[in-house]
C-alpha cells in the first residue's frame, strides 16, 4: 500500500541544536516534496520544496534533502529556537495519477530554551 | 501568494445538523481544495472544487455529505452534512496559485460535534 510516514512521536531538542526530521514513504513516485509547518489553530505554511532531480535545497536555517533510493526526505532546522516548536509536515505530489497532494502525519518539535 | 479568509473558526454543533463553511481568497485561483485534519492525523483530502461544475471527491467522501459549492474563482463552501460526532475535525480550505507549486491554506474550522 501507499503510505507517507513521519515520525508520530515528538521530538524535543535544545535551544542552538540541530532539528532533523524524518519523512519515508512508500510505493509513490513522487514528482515533487514538499515541508510545511502547522502552529495549533492555524492551517499549515509552505516552508520548502524539492523535486525529484534535486539532492538538497536550503532556505536560510532550513535544509531539506531528498533520497529517491532510500525514499526519504530529511528535514533539518540548524541553530533552533523555540520559536521553531510547531508540527511539521511533510507532503509529496506523484508523477503520475490524480494531481494532488498526500500529507504525512507531521511531527510535533519543541524546542527548549 | 493568496491570503484565505476561512469562517467559521470553530463551532459546536448537534447531531443531525449541518454546517457550512466559507473559505474566501483574496486572488483568482484554479485550484481550490478541501482538507480534513482529525487529531493526531494527516491531511485529507475531501474534494476539489471546481469552479461551475460538480467538486471531484476523493474515495470515501460523498457529496450527500459534503456538499461543496464554488460560484467563482475566490469563493467555495463546504457543507457537513447530518452530523454526527465521528465528524469532529479540523477542516481546511486550501488554493494552490497558478504557477507555484505549493499550497496556501485557511486557518481552519474546528468542528465538535455533541
Known amino acids: 500500500s501507499q503510505k507517507i510516514e513521519q515520525n508520530s512521536e515528538a521530538l524535543n531538542i535544545q535551544e542552538g541544536k540541530t532539528a532533523t526530521l524524518t519523512c519515508n514513504y512508500t510505493?509513490?513516485?513522487?514528482?515533487?516534496l514538499q515541508w510545511y509547518r502547522q502552529d495549533p489553530g492555524r492551517g499549515p505554511v509552505f516552508l520548502l520544496l524539492i523535486r525529484e532531480n534535486e539532492k538538497e535545497k536550503r532556505k536560510e536555517r532550513l535544509k531539506v534533502t531528498f533520497d529517491t533510493t532510500l525514499k526519504q526526505s530529511l528535514f533539518h532546522i540548524t541553530a533552533s529556537q523555540p520559536a521553531d516548536s510547531a508540527t511539521y509536515l511533510c507532503?509529496?505530489?506523484?508523477?503520475?495519477?490524480?494531481?494532488?497532494?498526500?500529507f504525512g502525519t507531521g511531527t510535533r518539535l519543541k524546542v527548549l530554551a | 501568494s493568496a491570503v484565505i479568509s476561512q469562517k467559521p473558526s470553530r463551532d459546536i454543533c448537534q447531531r443531525g445538523t449541518s454546517l457550512t463553511i466559507q473559505c474566501q481568497v483574496d486572488?483568482?485561483?484554479?485550484?481550490m481544495f478541501w482538507y480534513r485534519q482529525q487529531p493526531g492525523q494527516s491531511l485529507t483530502l475531501i474534494a476539489t472544487a471546481n469552479q461551475g461544475s460538480e467538486a471531484t471527491y476523493e474515495s470515501g467522501f460523498v457529496i450527500d455529505k459534503f456538499p461543496i459549492s464554488r460560484p467563482n474563482l475566490t469563493f467555495s463552501t463546504l457543507t457537513v452534512s447530518n452530523m454526527s460526532p465521528e465528524d469532529s475535525s479540523i477542516y481546511l480550505c486550501?488554493?494552490?496559485?497558478?504557477?507555484?507549486?505549493?499550497?496556501?491554506f485557511g486557518s481552519g474550522t474546528q468542528l465538535s460535534v455533541l
Open positions: 486550501s488554493v494552490e496559485v497558478q504557477g507555484l507549486e505549493k499550497l496556501f
Open positions: 510505493n509513490y513516485s513522487p514528482a515533487y
Open positions: 486572488s483568482q485561483v484554479t485550484m
Open positions: 507532503a509529496l505530489t506523484p508523477t503520475s495519477g490524480t494531481y494532488k497532494y498526500i
